[in-house]
């Protein structure tokens, strides 16, 4: 695969009871923190470990 500049494709939960507030379902990072980049999950989020296995530079 490919790098990409964002990545949007990570699975989102709501965050607490705020109506439009998602976060990474697995790092909890919010979404807006993210702002699609792999590099601002967390260094140990399931999702950016696995995502980095697939990308060829």
């Known amino acids: ?3 990409q500049i964002f990545y949007i ?3 989102q939960e709501h965050q607490g009871d705020a109506l439009h507030a998602y976060q990474c379902k697995f790092c ?3 979404t807006v923190k ?3 980049l792999l590099e601002n ?3 140990n989020c399931d999702y950016r470990v696995e ?3 697939t ?3």
């Open 41 to 43: 999950h967390l260094p």
């Open 9 to 11: 494709d990570y699975p």
């Open 1 to 3: 695969m490919k790098r």
């Open 51 to 53: 995502k980095e296995k």
């Open 34 to 36: 993210i702002n699609g």
């Open 55 to 57: 990308i060829t530079e």
């Open 28 to 30: 909890k990072i919010d």
